[in-house]
Each structure stands twice: as C-alpha cells, then as structure tokens.
C-alpha cells in the first residue's frame, strides 16, 4: 500500500550525515527527506540485497532499507546500517542487475566504514566553505557601499560554497573507487553480472552531461563519478568478471517489473496510464493501471483490474492489500477486512500487513472485531515496536474495550515512539499504577519511566531510587530491536521487553491518510477518525494529522485526524 511521505525536519539531516548528505554542506542544510514504506518493495529490495549484505560480511537483519520518496537518481548510506534508496532511482533502474548494482556499490561505502571516516572530511569541508563564505559576505556589504551592488562578492559565496564542495571530493573519491571494487566483488561473490553496474553508471553520465552542477543528478554530486572510475568498472565487466553474461534468478525480473509498475501507479498515476496502456496485458502493467486508475478516482475500474489479478495469482498477499486498501480509502472499511485478512494469511510475517488488518478490524464499526484487532496490532507491534500508528490504534481498541490499563501503556509507548519522553513518562507512570505488578505491560511500562527520566533534566526528575537495567544516560530513546516472544501474556496480547539494542535516530513508520499501512510515512501524521468515534475518544495533542495521498477525491479526506 502506498501513502505519500511528510516532509521530516532538518534536524534528520545533522543526525544523519553521511558521505551521500554532506557532500554539499550548504545546499543540503534546508533540505528535508520523504522517507515511505510499502511492504512489497521492502520485501522486493530485502531479497534482493541480502546476498550483497552476506557477502560483505554484514549481517542482513542488522541493515535498515528505507524508502526515500524522491524522483532524484540517488541511493546512499547514514547512520550506521541504514541504505537510503530513492524510489527515482528504483523507477529508471531498466533491470535488478543495475539496482543490484548500485546497491552492492552503497553497501561497499557500509562494509568500508566511510560514513565514519568522511566525518572529519565533512568538518574540514564546512570550515572551509564558512570562513570562505563569511569572508565573501562581509565583500558584499563593502562592495554594497561602494555602491556597486557587491555582485562579485556574491559571486565569492557561490565559490566559497564549491570550495567547501571541492575540499569534500578530494576526499571521497577514493572512497568511490574502494566501494566500487567492493561492490565488484560482492556481485561477482553470488555469480551476478556487473555490467548491470556499468548500464547505471553510463545512464547516470549521459543524463548528467552539460548540466551546470545546480541541475546534475544527485548521485553524481555525492558520488563523483571519475573517468577512472567508469574504466576500473568497464575494464572488469570485460576481461576479469566471469559472470559478465550471468541472469539473475528469474523471478528477479518479474519482481522488479512490479516494483517500478507498484510506484508509477502510486506516485505518478497519469504517467502511469501512458506508460502502461491497455494493450499490454501484462501483470505488471495490469497492476500499475489498477493503482493509478484509483489514484485518479475510478474505483470501479481499479477494483475490477485488482480482482482480475486476484483471481489470475490467488495467494498473493499484495492484491489482497491493494483491494483492502481501495475499499479502506473508499469509507468500505467493513469490505477492507476480509482482503487484508487474505493478505495477512498469505504474508503472515509481514507487519505492515497485521498493521493494515487491524486498523480495518477497528474502523468496520463492529465491536465483536476489538478483540481479533488488539491481538493482530499486538503482534505488529512485537516485530515492529517503532511504529506510531500501530500504538494509536492500540490505544484506540483498549479504549473501546474499557482496558484503562492497557491504554495508558499504549499511550506510553506511542508517545515515546514520536519522541514526547514528558508524555510517555506521565502515560507509563499511570500504567505502572494500574497494571498488575510483575506483568509483561508493567516491567514495559516501568522501562518506559526509567528511560525517559534518563532523558530529562536533572531538575525535572522525580527523586527516586536507582533502577536497574537502563540508568545510561546515552541509552537510546527508541529500539529497533524485535520483541521478545517470550513477553506473551495470556490471549495473546505480547509486550516489548526491556532490551534496548543498536538503534538508528529514524523517526517512527506510521501512514498517511486513512490507508492502514504501506507506502506510509516515516513521521508523525496519523489520521483516524471514522467508526474510531474520533482518535482515542478525542483529539491528542502534539501531532498534526497527515495529508493523504489521493484520498481527498475518493470520498475525502478521513475526519479526526490528531
């Protein structure tokens, strides 16, 4: 499911600057990411990059794949363990072997260790450019007064800023070159062709070529890309690779062809119709027409190609979910749950899908579907415990079900999942009173306390005696850790275990709109509303409502948005 991104903070770019981020340190200060999911993609890109991973020597669960909704040709690495890809560069990518490529190239820059290593070159290259561009500033105001308007002073600042640029590049370019030859080796590890490697780069060079560098793609300004470089790759797709004519598994090329239909569909639907017409009857072509014919308002029309391609591939998971989708976006939440219940069936280890069934269980207005809702969310937030929305609805269901207990340990968990640590210490000191004591909730919840009072003030905590377990002051806020199956308390209901491992400061996966899951944003919108008798029995504050992608035109946008 798909469901356009909010815009993130500048502050995501301080936290997270990479060799890709800060190649350009003043052009990249206002610049904000639109970071999406979709469970189809991120399966798609797992299965294609686990080999890359284990070939590096990287443990492939330890790496995070993000969604970067950005027409720009750019993929990168931030943050530890975090690849970045730009559903633009999934889209122009003609085949996997040249996604496949560029990913081997970014997980070189992780295996290499660069993002640690170019910080001192990204210090170096912002002094640089700000001496030289104070310097060039205080030309300007002289040249002002003098009355000639400054202007080559002005034009001192724009060098100052390629100075800054340049001093950056001297460095990483060796980087380029070592993930190159790692890249190389890990495609040529699993018996892949690299001339997938060699097709990229060569589109990347004549997409960019007589483009004044304000206009070039951004993968070249943060990976220039050399002569050296481009003859290193050619000479081994030549004479060295020995899998230079080598396919990839077939299903590789159907699972990519749908990936790219997938986000033309979503992202632009009536370049979608063009691109796909109604003569090809091909799978990927039928898929993206259904998406896009949604996306447009004609329901009618995307439910019957969606129904078609149901009945042609009867247990796949992701027909399921873009009809419950359609119907959930459409005020037919009710209709939305026998599909995401098919999808789930089908996906069972899929998260954003039990996300997905559970929002659709609470919104079909039946108070018989709670319990089956709790249980589902209940176990999404097990495998996936930093996803705000699925906290919400949560709360939302233990609020129907008159659990005052188990909705101020929601609450907690969600508060602390978008970073309000005052909200998520009030919610969890409440939980802990009234959960029975030694409970999976109730050791969460006095985790949560404990945490959180780490992270304020010493003149805002409470006097208490040292607890155990989480006393660090540079313990994360957030866990990107799986719960522990053992935190199960009866019926089902589980509760996240007071580890805290390696985190990456991403914010939290919730969606967009009235669709449940997907495509969602990595933010903090998250509208309910609708037979949810409005998001947790009133608004809560903090949180601005998300903007929907589409939604507005089939049936507007969905009331009650916090």
């Known amino acids: 499911m798909f469901l356009r991104p909010r815009r993130l903070a500048r502050l995501i770019l301080v936290s997270l600057l990479s060799s890709a981020l800060a190649v350009e340190p003043v052009l990249a200060q206002d610049r904000g990411i639109n970071l999406v999911r979709d469970a189809e993609i991120e399966h798609t890109l797992r299965v294609f990059a686990t080999p890359i991973f284990r070939a590096a020597g990287i443990v492939p669960d330890a790496v995070t794949l993000v969604l970067v909704n950005d027409d720009e040709l750019n993929a990168f690495v931030a943050g530890g363990q975090n690849m970045f890809v730009n559903t633009g560069l999934i889209m122009a990518a003609d085949t996997p072997e040249q996604l496949i490529g560029v990913m081997a190239h970014e997980t070189g820059h992780m295996a290499g260790g660069h993002q640690v290593r170019s910080r001192d070159a ?30 080559a002073a002005m034009g001192g600042i724009a060098g100052a800023q390629e100075l800054g640029a340049r001093s950056f590049f001297a460095f990483s370019r060796a980087q380029e070159a070592s993930a190159d030859e790692a890249g ?18 060569e589109k990347l060079r004549r997409q960019d070529a007589g483009l004044p560098q304000t206009k070039q793609v951004e993968f070249l300004m943060t990976h220039p890309l050399t002569k050296n470089r481009v003859e290193y790759i050619e000479n081994f797709v030549d004479h060295i690779s020995k ?53 447009v308002g004609d329901i009618n029309k995307g439910l019957k190609i969606v129904d078609g391609l149901i009945e042609q591939e009867p247990k796949n998971p992701y027909f399921y979910e873009l009809k419950g989708q359609i119907l959930f976006e459409n005020g037919r939440a009710k209709e939305a749950v026998d599909p995401y219940r098919n999808a789930v069936k089908y996906a069972p280890d899929s998260a954003q899908l039990r996300m997905a069934l559970g929002h659709a269980l609470l919104e079909a207005g039946d108070d018989k579907l709670v319990r089956e809702a709790i249980d589902v969310l209940r176990s999404s937030a097990r495998d996936e415990p930093l996803v705000e929305l699925t906290w919400l609805l949560l709360a939302s269901a233990y609020a129907r079900a008159d659990m005052a207990p188990q909705l101020a340990y929601a609450r907690a968990e969600e508060a602390l999942a978008r970073g309000d640590i005052r909200a998520a210490r009030y919610h969890a000191d409440r939980a802990e009173q009234m959960l029975p004591a030694g409970s999976p909730d109730w050791v969460r919840a006095q985790d949560i306390r404990v945490l959180v009072e780490s992270r304020l003030p ?19 806020i957030i866990s990107t850790g799986r719960m522990p199956d053992d935190a199960l308390s009866p019926g089902g209901i589980s509760a996240i275990g007071a580890g805290f491992p390696s985190v990456a400061d991403l914010p939290n996966a919730t969606t967009i709109g009235s669709g449940p899951t997907g495509l969602g944003t990595l933010g903090t919108g998250t509208p309910l509303g609708g037979p949810l008798g409005g998001p947790l029995g009133g608004p809560m504050a903090g949180t601005p409502a998300g903007t929907p992608l589409g939604g507005a035109g089939r049936g507007g946008p969905q009331p009650g948005g916090r």
């Open 122 to 151: 990204i210090e170096n290259a912002v002094i640089l450019s700000t001496l030289a561009t104070l310097l060039s500033v205080a030309a300007a105001i002289g040249g002002t007064r003098r009355g000639d308007g400054g202007g």
């Open 184 to 201: 190389l080796s890990y495609m040529e590890a699993n018996g892949y062709s690299s001339r997938g490697m060699l097709e990229f780069m």
């Open 243 to 295: 899998f230079t004519n080598a396919k990839m598994p077939s299903a590789y090329y159907d699972m990519h062809q749908r990936m790219r239909a997938k986000l033309y569909g979503f992202i632009h639907p009536d370049l979608a119709l063009r691109k796909y017409p109604e003569s090809d009857t091909s799978v990927p072509a039928r898929y993206a027409r259904s998406i896009a014919y949604y996306q």
């Open 458 to 476: 010493h003149n805002m905590r409470p006097q208490l005696a040292p607890s155990s377990g989480l006393a660090s002051p540079d313990t994360p």
